[in-house]
């Protein structure tokens, strides 16, 4: 199975469609696309051509000689480019397109997968709706993880909380009050040491107040941007349990692929009602708790792009059935 991702400026498109590749253990290609201000014309004008990319991004596509049997395509932007390598096909590529891809791509693309908060009500054969977001963690990667990061966190003593600190989404801010709260959360689980990180979202003061209130000599602290190596892979690896903030549903959704309890921060003024709708969803299926709830064992391994694949590998194989 020849398989290309349409990898584009947003790196939380372009994880989970990695995830998705690297499950359907497939050798895969890249190919990076970028957009001129013509991306924002309607898919409707759009549709199958390649308006809207740089000329780089274009001459990429147009030197190819063969397609791929899949293409794998994130977000309403990219899919006109997914179009276009389908028609280049002959028509052979299928198209799995990972989120909506506007209105007229539902009769186009082969698989369109939604997360299940979006609250997509129509009954479509090419539609499969998921849990959360898929996403590149998998056991054997935490297994890597835990062995390269205990070496530098062995000074910290069990049980370890792990602290993953988003910050202000689009209409809502993480305000010192909220970081309170946070710090309030923290306290009821009575860890032994504390492993932090930040994010390019994170308020400057609110990064400020965690290293006020945090004991230096038992927490570890990494604040975004910082030029050493980004332990966030190693911060869930190496948890006994996993305190996240709940504006990014692609951080939610890796912590929820290790096994111990991840408990999601998410105070109502900070949240949109779509990622209410999503942590509601982790809550009910046993991956993750409330901050705030009993300390108790969730369901773990979590990752949506293993039943994606899965499903991808059924659609090939149908075709090739039918031929």
Known sequence: ????????????????????????????????????????WPNLVRDGTLI????????????ATTYPDVVLSAGRRSFPVARWIQKKSGGRTKIVQLMNPGLKGFNHADLIVLP?????????????????????????????????????????????????????????????????????????LKPASVLVTTSRRTPPEIVAYLKNQLPAETTYFYTFGCPDKNPYFGLIACADMIMVTGDSM?????????????????????????????????????????????????KGNFNPADEIAERIRQLCADQSSVK
Not at 9 to 35: H, M, P, S, T, W
Not at 52 to 63: F, P
Not at 142 to 152: F, N, S, Y
Request: proline share 5%; charged share 25%.
């Open 52 to 63: 809207g990319l740089t000329s780089e991004s274009k001459q990429k596509l147009l030197s």
């Open 116 to 188: 299940a908060h979006d609250e997509f009500k129509k009954q479509k054969k090419n539609v499969m709706i998921v849990a959360g977001t898929p996403h590149r963690i998998t056991l054997e990667r935490l297994v890597k993880e835990q062995k390269e990061w205990e070496t530098i966190f062995k000074k910290y003593p069990h049980p370890r909380l792990s602290l993953l600190v988003g910050g202000a989404t689009k209409n809502n801010p993480f305000t010192l009050d909220m970081a309170k709260q946070l710090m309030d959360n923290i306290v009821v």
């Open 250 to 298: 692609s951080m939610c959704s890796e912590c929820c692929s290790t096994s111990v309890p991840v408990f999601i921060f998410a105070p109502d003024a900070m949240m949109s009602a779509k990622h209410k709708r999503f942590h509601q969803s982790l809550y009910q299926n046993g991956y993750a708790l409330p901050a705030g709830a009993p300390l108790q064992k969730v």
């Open 1 to 40: 199975m020849k398989v290309w991702v349409l990898a584009d400026d947003r790196a939380g498109n372009v994880n989970q469609l990695l995830g998705v590749a690297e499950a359907l253990k497939e050798k895969y290609e890249r190919i990076d696309i970028r957009y001129t201000r013509a991306v924002k």
